[in-house]
């Protein structure tokens, strides 16, 4: 008779490579003494058990000494401002919303770097300050060009007469989709090696917080398109608001549904808000990592966002050819 495994086991088995990698890989190895004193009596079954990960956290940290406690609330305190960090350093959901009417990839991507960036600190590139850089008749010119996006402002067309356009653009996709990865990654190193005081052998909670990030920028996309209308055609709106490229010369945008975009924009925001919150009660309550290691998480988080905040500027510049920005 073959033998049966209960639901119980299986799950047991399934998380216990990564219950034991919370106690097995440390980023510092300042709990490593109490780590293997709490797990010296233990069996191997007994370590990998999920509910057995909040009784060897509680004895780790009862064999620290009041030094090795104060880096590690140290690093605690530092994880707690990554979700600040990001927010103040992003671009915003408007200039995401304008790069995705010409690149929607793109601004996927930037979404993955830019996580809860509605906030009133960031300021957004606005097309009317862009033309005082320009002379009378080149903004009466861009007046003609420019895509209505309701609320998230407006967007003009990509100057595609520029002969490095599509090697600059390929590089601004490479640069985002590596700094996508280099968040992904260390959202999920963090969650794995870290251990979260009230929820001790999960590692998901951190990921969760970028998925969050992701899932606000698909429903702005989605509202915004919700929201306009192909007035050259109005009966194509099944198809005209769905193209990928909402700048092409084919589609005459006109903001169809005023109301439902300013609620729907409230509602982004509202979800802004709650990832932004939801962040930093997750990364404030991560333990188990040094004051050092904190920091130089805090670096990579912020790092990121900086970089592909100023690529946001460039791709929005350079759909004004004649600006500055």
């Known amino acids: 008779m073959a033998p049966q495994i209960d639901i119980q086991t299986l799950f047991v088995l399934s998380f216990a490579r990564s219950v034991y990698a919370k106690f097995s890989v440390v980023y510092q190895g300042i709990a490593t003494a109490g780590r293997d004193t709490c797990t010296l009596n233990l069996t191997q079954y007994q370590i990998e058990k999920p509910s057995s990960c909040g009784a060897i956290f509680r004895c780790i940290l009862t064999e620290l000494d009041n030094y090795d406690q104060a880096i590690l609330s140290s690093g605690n305190a530092i994880l707690g401002f990554i979700p600040t960090v990001v927010t103040l ?73 520029s002969s490095d356009s599509h090697a600059t653009i390929i590089v601004y996709h490479l640069t985002a989709l590596a700094g996508a990865a280099v968040v992904i990654w260390q959202t999920i190193d963090l969650g794995q090696k870290a251990v979260l005081t009230w929820a001790c052998w999960t590692e998901f909670y951190p990921a969760l917080w970028v998925l969050l990030g992701t899932l606000q920028h698909i429903l702005a996309v989605c509202c915004l398109r919700l929201s306009l209308r192909d007035s050259a055609d109005p009966r194509n709106t099944s198809l005209g608001i769905w193209q990928p490229q909402l700048t092409t010369a084919k589609l005459d945008l006109e903001l169809a549904h005023p109301k439902f975009a300013h609620w729907a924009k409230a509602c982004v925001e509202l979800l802004s808000n709650v990832t932004f919150l939801y962040g930093t009660v997750v990364f404030s309550s991560l333990s188990l990592v040094s004051g050092v290691n904190a920091i130089k998480v805090l670096v990579v988080y912020g790092f990121v966002p900086v970089f592909t905040r100023i690529m946001a500027a460039m791709v929005i510049g350079r759909q004004y050819p004649t600006s500055r920005i």
Do not use: C, M, W
């Open 89 to 161: 350093l992003s671009a915003t959901d408007d200039d995401l919303l304008r790069i995705h009417a010409e690149y929607p990839i793109l601004a996927f991507l930037l979404s993955i770097t830019n996580i809860s960036t509605t906030n009133p600190y960031t300021r957004t590139i606005r097309p009317v300050e862009i033309k005082r850089l320009t002379d009378t008749e080149t903004a009466s010119s861009l007046d003609a060009q420019q895509k209505d996006l309701g609320p998230h402002n407006h967007i003009i067309p990509l100057n595609r007469n």
